[in-house]
């Protein structure tokens, strides 16, 4: 069975730091595979923050641009989404999900609380 497993969330003052990781089946976690970090502030829906393509190449959100970076290990099939300088409009549940071979995999999501 696919999963995808994220962690990394918690509370962190404003321009703090935090790495989020997504943990994957070896069967999604392919070079193949379309991977993607979600933002859900509260209230609000769903936001693509981060990409990393097939091939290869990586898209930010503009509003996150200099500040979050997406990035994979395949050997380790983690997707990492490290986010810097950190906002109180950055808070929210962060998601991954995964294209691969026509079906789409969702992570549960991790929460970030960013506050002093």
């Known amino acids: 069975q696919v999963q995808l497993v994220e962690s990394g969330g918690g509370l962190v003052q404003p321009g703090g730091s935090l790495t989020l990781s997504c943990a994957g089946s070896q069967s999604i976690f392919s070079r193949d595979a379309l991977m993607n970090w979600y933002h859900e502030a509260p209230g609000k829906e769903r936001e693509l923050v981060a990409t990393?393509?097939?091939?290869?190449?990586?898209t930010h959100l503009d509003s996150k641009k200099g500040r979050f970076t997406i990035s994979r290990d395949t050997t380790t099939n983690t997707l990492y989404l490290q986010m810097n300088s950190l906002k109180p409009e950055d808070a929210g549940v962060y998601y991954c999900?995964?294209?691969?071979?026509?079906?789409?995999?969702w992570g549960r999501g991790t929460q970030v609380t960013v506050s002093s």
């Open positions: 999900m995964v294209q691969y071979r026509g079906s789409i995999y």
């Open positions: 990393f393509s097939r091939g290869g190449g990586r």
